[in-house]
């Protein structure tokens, strides 16, 4: 059986996967995933405390790199990807397999170097946002690539600019990542404008128009006082095609990609490729960066 530990108990996502492989009544549980989550450390003693008790988790440790040599992976759930770094680094040089939950980072840097040292120790890893592996999303990532090319796409979800999980990028992340899915890494330039504030902490809808050398084009319509969901449109050389996304299914699904991952049971190259992962963390600054300064910011500068 596969030992997992828990870095981060702050968020929900804790509990999403745990239930997942430690409590049979769940009705998403994964029979067949031949894993448990056995161990957990988190910033908040109380939180941390429910998280285990609630989904089974047997030890509970006081400091991060405690489960170095308890558990046969880890993944990282804390919401503020500032910390991501830092959490998986001692995991990542000791070849413990490592699953970082979305956002890898919130600065570009991070991002490359949580990449590098992962490549360098030759440790099994991946990251990403769950959203891209749900039914529908795939669905629509599948007829998207039936339109000839997609030359301008518009994705549409929640976020906040002044979150203080680390700005934008923690939930912005879920828009961008489908973006980057389905037209591709390689955006030259990102410009992002935020209306008025809606919300009691400043906060406005946001809109950020990212462009390819090509003349590929997206539009990321980031919201505030919206309904919750998702949404995308695709735009291509002979069709286009557009649907709100039923993403329920998204921590089933999504675990159910990693898990192998965790093994180290994958061959060839990764489901997310790496240069996903650092581009997404690229726009979602470059669209911080764009509204702060009120410019296009290029991405060969982040």
Same mark, same amino acid.
């Given at each position: 059986? =596969?030992?997992?530990?828990?870095? $981060?108990?702050?968020?929900?996502? #804790?509990? !999403?996967? &745990? ?127 039936? =339109?000839?090319?997609?030359?301008? $796409?518009?994705?549409?979800?929640? #976020?906040? !600019?002044? &979150? ?139």
């Amino acid at each position: 059986m =596969l030992t997992i530990g828990l870095l $981060g108990s702050d968020n929900s996502h #804790a509990e !999403r996967f &745990s239930e997942l492989v430690n409590c049979p009544e769940h009705p998403n549980y994964l029979a067949d995933a031949d894993a448990r989550v056995v161990a957990i450390w988190g910033q908040e003693a109380e939180r941390t405390a429910q998280v285990a008790e609630k989904n089974k988790i047997a030890t509970i440790v006081k400091e991060p790199t405690d489960m170095i040599g308890q558990v046969d992976a880890v993944i990282c759930v804390t919401r503020h990807g500032g910390l991501h770094l830092n959490l998986v680094r001692p995991y990542l040089e000791a070849g413990v397999p490592v699953f970082v939950d979305k956002p890898l980072a919130t600065e570009p840097a991070d991002a490359r170097e949580i990449v590098a040292l992962a490549e360098t120790h030759k440790t099994p890893f991946t990251s990403y946002s769950t959203v891209r592996f749900s039914a529908d999303t795939q669905a629509f990532w599948q007829t998207a690539q039936s =339109l000839g090319g997609v030359r301008v $796409g518009v994705y549409s979800g929640p #976020a906040t !600019r002044r &979150s203080v999980y680390g700005g934008v990028i923690f939930y912005a992340i879920h828009s961008i990542e489908l973006m980057l899915m389905v037209q591709g890494t390689g955006i030259e330039w990102v410009q992002a404008v935020e209306g008025a504030a809606v919300d009691a902490a400043g906060n406005g809808n946001m809109t950020a128009i990212c462009g390819w050398p090509d003349g590929g084009m997206a539009t990321l319509e980031l919201t505030v006082d919206t309904q919750y969901s998702f949404q995308a449109v695709a735009l291509g050389r002979e069709g286009s095609h557009h649907t709100r996304l039923n993403i329920s299914d998204c921590y089933r699904e999504g675990m159910k990609r990693f898990l192998p991952v965790l093994r180290g049971e994958t061959r060839g190259l990764p489901e997310v490729p790496t240069a996903q992962m650092i581009e997404a963390i690229c726009v979602g600054k470059a669209i911080d960066l764009s509204m702060d300064r009120g410019e296009r910011i290029d991405l060969k500068d982040l």
